[in-house]
């Protein structure tokens, strides 16, 4: 399962439009964790500015390294995952003209209630603060870090 979160960022001296993200409006870092479904552990952590979009963000990656029998479950931002990786599950969306029938509903909700361990997964590694308030460090440590921070997780889930 894979799930993008952001966390604010001090505004940057420089190049401020690659670390703006229009969708929080804001300076952001993107982290993205891919978590495993039976294991619940964090398995690849990956880090982008706020700008990159977060199909962009699975391309650079490991959306090229993925074996082809492992199940892949994303949010809609991940619409194309179904070109690059045939046993890829997002959720539909609905058009304008055209609403979700009562069969495509059912799947959005069982694919949700799938995924919602991914987003269990970025509460615990925000509820220790330093991923939800204002990140005022180096950005380059930053994903040193976070893969600290999905290690604790991962060693939380061992010890329980």
């Keep these: 399962m894979i799930d993008v979160t952001e966390s604010p960022v001090e505004r940057p001296k420089r190049r401020q439009k690659r670390w703006y993200s229009g969708k929080k409006k804001r300076h952001t870092i993107k982290i993205q964790i891919v978590v495993c479904a039976t294991s619940k552990k964090v398995i690849v952590v990956f880090t982008d500015c706020g700008k990159t979009h977060d199909f962009k963000i699975w391309k650079k990656s490991i959306g090229v390294r993925v074996v082809k029998h492992i199940k892949i479950q994303a ?64 950005r380059k440590r930053f994903n040193l870090r976070i893969s600290l921070f999905c290690g604790l997780y991962n060693f939380e889930l061992d010890v329980n």
């Design 75 to 138: 949010d809609s931002g991940y619409q194309g995952i179904q070109d690059l990786h045939r046993n890829s599950e997002i959720p539909k969306k609905k058009s304008k003209k055209k609403p979700l029938s009562k069969k495509d509903r059912a799947n959005n909700r069982r694919i949700g209630s799938e995924r919602v361990i991914v987003e269990h997964v970025n509460r615990w590694i925000k509820r220790l603060r330093i991923i939800a308030e204002r990140y005022r460090n180096r």
